[in-house]
């Protein structure tokens, strides 16, 4: 009896429910997919941060923060231009000219941005002891600028 019970037992566990049916997979979109919004919120957010440690004079805190926004959207000139005017703050001049030129070639034609990327560079070039160089880059950021 015993022997029938447990042969009843192990065949009511050898059945298994039927698996139910894989849902459909949503269908290909047909147009390119656009970057999340999140993307834009986290840049802006880790901007603001920037700014916020640059004035406090945290500017070791914000040459990061600016770097870790570079590494989600290196191309932004936006950043690039943020981390120049930190580099000039923290008196690396070469680095805070070399930054604001790399902040021009994304900045494509948006001249105030270029224009304001020269005033930065001129600065930079005053503080090395380069006047005749520092004039050069106004000339360039008041043609830019009109």
Do not use: H
Request: glycine share 6%; charged share 25%; with cysteine.
């Amino acid at each position: 009896m015993k022997r029938l019970l447990l042969i009843l037992l192990l065949a009511g566990c050898a059945q298994a429910p039927a698996p139910a049916p894989a849902p459909e997979p949503p269908p290909v979109a047909e147009t390119p997919i656009k970057p999340a919004p999140q993307e834009n919120v986290a840049i802006a957010g880790l901007l603001q941060s920037a700014r916020s440690d640059s004035a406090a004079g945290r500017l070791t805190n914000a040459a990061a923060t600016l770097e870790r926004a570079l590494r989600i959207e290196p191309r932004n000139p936006r950043l690039w231009q943020e981390l120049a005017r930190v580099r000039l703050k923290q008196g690396e001049y070469a680095q805070a000219e070399s930054v604001a030129s790399r902040s021009n070639s994304f900045a494509g034609r948006d001249d105030g941005l270029r224009a304001d990327n020269w005033r930065l560079i001129a600065q930079a070039r005053e503080a090395r002891g380069d006047p005749a160089g520092a004039r050069a880059a106004e000339e360039t950021a008041a043609k830019l600028g009109r």
